[in-house]
């Protein structure tokens, strides 16, 4: 049997001139770091190899020189392809100096590309991108003026738009694990995430290139369980191993956490609370859009905090967190360990994940936002003159059932304070984020609106949602004045029509009950019945329906309330400030709808809104109802007399 152990250095003449290397790693996490170390060392001492390809998904380094940073040198690299260019800002400046092609695809496409070049297929279908900086009609995710070859292309297939992704043959592939034997099989037991590695060890092995193995010990033939490899040996040809603990760190800020590695599980209720600053604020009305039952992911920043305090609020057993990186329940993890999670249920490989994610297994997405404009359109990938990338966000945001984009309303030393349940800005961010034009569209809003997609952008003062007219401002937070801090702070105006408060519960540094929210134990309360009138009271004022979940809700709260006061009663609706997803408006109206029609002799709906009253006269009428919304409750409450 043939030993494949051997040196970083041996392992490193393997690799040529002009050769496509790809690497693994996600954000901190999960990094070769020797292998980067040692590609690095040849390169400084020898001058080779040089003009290599780098591919790779997410960000892997420090965004300080480590990881995929060591690879900057001139001459080292002549072409990145990349969901992420931040964690290698060197790297990144020299895309932005056009000193080296390069390529910012989404972080999904690349991982199932891996597949694609395994299969050895020519690329990969996809409707993710379409619309945005990858599209081919809006620059086809090249970084720089020197990138001219097209890897992306627009396609039309049965009427339907179409991004077609050119795979790339790889040559070498750099990938990590725990435990390997002399025979190259490889576990990783002591792995926070598998990532993508079985499927860049075989794109590499079937084009006859070359496997690189970065683990943290030897052990003898045989002794790991079929079932445990996750590498199988054949595929993998030099096995090196980390004799420096440092060089093979869980991620850079852990050496090792067993309860990330699903080694041991740990007590939930340990985990720090957070303080009732900004990022608390918008992580707490995020929670609210959480879906009991649903798939959630959670980008990294102000978003990454909805887990803590779902954790906080006794949500998370009820709630599926996962991460694009391959984790599926827990409590998730922030900060170097962002992209695992503590007491998981299952870890599986990205590029499954993204299967997943592509084909709308996700029911709630929420995602960081550095700028946005009148239309809704978000960038996340380049702006302040940074090369960032796009990372997981163009396919997490154009797949999920709804998109909360969570941030700050101004960015560059915005300080705020909660005194007595008020926000008070108590500096000014430098930079705004809501933005006449955007530097990149890496998510379209017209798109996401032609799709009935719903959209929150949720900031610590206000929330703001996605209307096919643009941005509509809903909520604001007690204590902030709408001109000064809103609209003297924004370089357009949005739609302003039916203003709530921000829920008080928000900014009082106690539990807010979310559970009773988010499962609807309250909602039968909205019911009452007048006997004497023979009048039944729908109060939905400042309610939601976010999802399926709570137009089911309704309509049985509403059943049991009909069969107990009778048929043929006259309804009054209190519809301020109620609002539904656009993508739930046909279900609300085949269930709830029609149990108000069969039940009610006469239906008197009131909103003080003008603009809510024009939206529901037009979508009942688009159903063949032609009602009066009336403008006030007592306007209402003399329709249901007289009617009935």
């Known amino acids: 049997m043939k030993d494949k152990t051997t040196t970083t250095e041996q392992a490193m ?9 790809t690497t693994t790693g996600f954000v901190q996490s999960c990094i070769p770091e020797m292998l980067h170390a040692a590609l690095e060392k040849r390169f400084l001492a020898e001058g080779a190899p040089r003009d290599l390809t780098l591919i790779m998904c997410a960000g892997a380094g420090d965004s300080k020189g480590l990881g995929t940073g060591r690879l900057h040198h001139d001459g080292l690299l002549r072409r990145v392809i990349a969901g992420n260019f931040g964690r290698m800002p060197k790297v990144a400046q020299a895309a932005q100096e056009n000193k080296i092609c390069g390529y910012n695809l989404p972080q999904g496409v690349i991982s199932q590309l891996y597949r694609a070049c395994a299969a050895g297929q020519p690329g990969l279908f996809s409707k993710v991108g379409l619309h945005t900086y990858v599209d081919p009609r809006h620059g086809g995710g090249k970084v720089n003026k020197v990138t001219e070859e097209d890897i992306v292309r627009y396609h039309e297939v049965d009427g339907e738009e179409w991004l077609f992704y050119k795979a790339t043959k790889i040559d070498v ?14 576990s990783m037991e002591r792995e ?9 060890a075989m794109a590499a092995h079937n084009n006859g290139g070359i496997v690189i193995a970065q683990v943290e010990r030897i052990v003898e033939d045989g002794s790991i369980k079929p079932k445990d490899v996750k590498i199988p040996g054949l595929l993998v040809d030099c096995v090196c191993v980390a004799d420096d603990p440092e060089m093979h760190r869980m991620n850079y800020g852990v050496q090792h956490n067993p309860a ?6 740990v007590p939930v209720e340990g985990i720090a609370k957070m303080p009732l600053d900004q990022r608390k604020i918008i992580a707490r009305r995020a929670a609210f859009e959480l879906p009991p039952n649903g ?5 990294v920043g102000a978003p990454d905090g909805v887990a803590a305090v779902a954790n906080e609020e006794k949500a998370t057993p009820y709630i599926t967190l996962t991460t694009e990186a391959g984790a599926v329940g827990g409590v998730l993890a922030g900060g170097s360990s962002f992209g695992s999670s503590a007491n998981a249920d299952a870890i599986i490989d990205q590029n499954q994940m993204f299967d997943f994610y592509d084909g709308g297994g996700l029911d709630l997405t929420c995602l960081g936002m550095a700028e946005c404009d009148a239309e809704g359109s978000v960038n996340a990938s380049r702006f302040g003159g940074r090369l960032n990338g796009c990372g997981g966000f163009i396919n997490i945001s154009q797949n999920s059932r709804a998109v909360v984009f969570a941030g700050t309303f101004t960015a560059g030393g915005l300080k705020v304070a909660v005194e007595n349940g008020e926000l008070r800005i108590v500096q000014e961010g430098r930079n705004k984020k809501f933005v006449r034009l955007i530097e990149q569209i890496t998510f379209s809003g017209p798109y996401a609106s032609q799709r009935s997609q719903p959209v929150l952008y949720v900031t610590e003062r206000c929330v703001l949602q996605l209307t096919p007219k643009g941005l509509e401002l809903i909520e604001i937070a007690p204590g902030i004045d709408l001109q000064r801090d809103i609209l003297d702070q924004m370089e357009f105006k949005p739609i302003i029509e039916n203003v709530a408060l921000m829920d008080d519960r928000i900014f009082q540094d106690e539990p807010m009950g979310l559970m009773n929210d988010l499962l609807n134990l309250n909602l039968s309360e909205r019911v009452t019945y007048d006997a004497a009138r023979h009048t039944m009271f729908l109060n939905l004022e400042g309610w939601s329906v976010r999802k399926k979940q709570d137009v089911e809700d309704l309509d049985r709260v509403l059943q049991d309330a009909f069969a107990r006061s009778g048929r043929d009663v006259s309804m009054v609706m209190n519809q301020n400030g109620f609002r539904i997803a656009e993508d739930l408006q046909d279900d609300y109206a085949a269930s709830v709808g029609q149990t108000l029609e069969k ?3 006469t239906i008197a709906h009131y909103t003080t809104s003008a603009f809510m009253r024009l939206k529901m006269q037009g979508e009942l009428a688009s159903r063949g109802v032609q009602p009066h919304i009336f403008e006030s409750g007592e306007e209402a409450h003399q329709q249901a007399i007289w009617g009935s």
Request: net charge negative; glycine share 10%.
């Open 192 to 200: 926070a995430l598998t990532l993508d590695c079985l499927a860049q």
């Open 295 to 299: 798939a959630v992911n959670l980008g």
């Open 13 to 21: 003449a393997l690799i040529r001139d002009g050769d496509v290397v």
């Open 173 to 186: 592939a750099f990938i990590r694990g725990t435990s390997a034997d002399r025979s190259g099989n490889i």
């Open 260 to 265: 990330l590695s699903g080694e041991i599980r």
């Open 599 to 601: 039940n009610s002799a």
